[in-house]
């Protein structure tokens, strides 16, 4: 069996340590609301996701793609010449 490496954030970590300590019954969902700044909703919802797909619920669903409203590379070329060939 293969082990998968996750790498975290230290942001995503504690969430991760949090929300698995509420699973276990040592926080209340409130608590856990104040601790991470999010609604007891919030709390809930992450709760079963963390339940259902474990770590990985919790990470940032857009790392490791590229934003959708980033300038494609053909286009920074064309800035860098311009700006090369007309700064002043």
Known sequence: MRKECICLSQKEYERVMII??????????????????????????????????????????????KPKHALSDELKKVFKLVMEKYQN
């Open 20 to 65: 698995k300590m509420v699973v276990e019954g040592f926080y209340s969902n409130r608590e856990t609301a104040k601790l991470l700044n999010l609604s007891v909703r919030q709390v809930i919802r992450l709760k079963s996701k963390f339940k259902e797909r474990g770590i990985n619920s919790l990470i940032h669903g857009n790392r490791g793609r």
